[in-house]
């Protein structure tokens, strides 16, 4: 099992970064996103059921993030409007093959990606 993140960059403040996460080996029970800034704790972003039709968000990207996936594709997207100097991190895809309504957990999944870096300007 892999996930393979993608679609990090700098990016101005009020700019917009689409990022990738595709998996290969098994399809999930739930996809989530996660972001670590510098000397801070890994932190929830965005979670999607295996359908698509349920997400999640962290309070702090609510209305400016927006998590997908394509099915077809195994690959969840997110995708990051209206960006602040606050939301650089680096980014983490990951995925649960357990059933749980718990979703803001970094023990919540047991897949993790590698990692993208986000980082905007002021």
């Known amino acids: 099992v892999q996930l393979q993140a993608s679609g990090g960059g700098l990016v101005q403040a009020g700019g917009s970064l689409r990022l990738s996460c595709a998996a290969s080996?098994?399809?999930?029970?739930?996809n989530g996103w996660f972001r670590q800034a510098p000397g801070k704790e890994r932190e929830f972003v965005a979670a999607?059921?295996?359908?698509?039709?349920?997400?999640d968000y962290a309070d702090s990207v609510k209305g400016r993030f927006t998590i997908s996936k394509d099915n077809a594709k195994n690959t969840v997207f997110l995708q990051m409007n209206s960006l602040k100097p606050e939301d650089t991190a680096v980014y983490y895809c990951?995925?649960?093959?357990?059933?749980?309504?718990?979703?803001?957990?970094?023990?919540?999944?047991?897949?993790w990606g590698q990692g993208t870096q986000v980082t905007v300007s002021s």
């Open positions: 999607i059921t295996r359908s698509g039709d349920y997400t």
């Open positions: 990951a995925a649960r093959t357990f059933y749980g309504t718990s979703v803001s957990f970094t023990s919540d999944y047991d897949y």
């Open positions: 080996g098994r399809t999930f029970s739930r």
